[in-house]
């Protein structure tokens, strides 16, 4: 059983930059696409980047693009997300999700099977 856990969140000033971590166990993410999502209360789980076995990634709408990069370390097990130049409107709780699936990014939260437990990012001065 594939788990993740995410980790690297906290308070940042705007225009900072965080780094989150999704490390895996249970199993090899070599076959697993991975998806970044990040929710604020009261609203749906909004995906953002999504990155796929071989490394290529897919940025989902206008929010991110540019700022929040996401790599891989297949060795490791775990995935990355490099977030730059963060904004107030940023602070959320991020989630990292895995499917079984090599080529094929997905955008839904509900396309995903396995969710980590999510880290809070805040960003104000």
């Known amino acids: 059983q594939l788990q993740l856990v995410e980790s690297g969140g906290g308070l940042v000033q705007p225009g900072g930059s965080l780094r989150l971590s999704c490390a895996a166990s249970?199993?090899?993410?070599?076959?697993?696409?991975i998806g970044w999502f990040r929710q604020t209360p009261g609203k749906e789980h909004e995906a953002f980047l999504c990155?796929?076995?071989?490394?290529?990634?897919?940025t989902y709408g206008d929010v991110v693009k540019g700022r929040f990069t996401t790599s891989r370390d297949n060795a490791l097990n775990t995935v990355y997300l490099q977030m730059n130049s963060l904004k107030p409107e940023d602070t959320a709780v991020y989630y990292c999700?895995?499917?079984?699936?090599?080529?094929?990014?997905?955008?839904?939260?509900?396309?995903?099977?396995?969710w980590g437990q999510g880290t809070q990012v805040t960003v104000s001065s």
């Open positions: 990155i796929t076995s071989s490394g290529l990634s897919t």
């Open positions: 999700s895995a499917v079984p699936s090599r080529f094929v990014c997905y955008g839904e939260w509900s396309e995903y099977d396995y």
């Open positions: 249970g199993s090899s993410l070599d076959n697993y696409v």
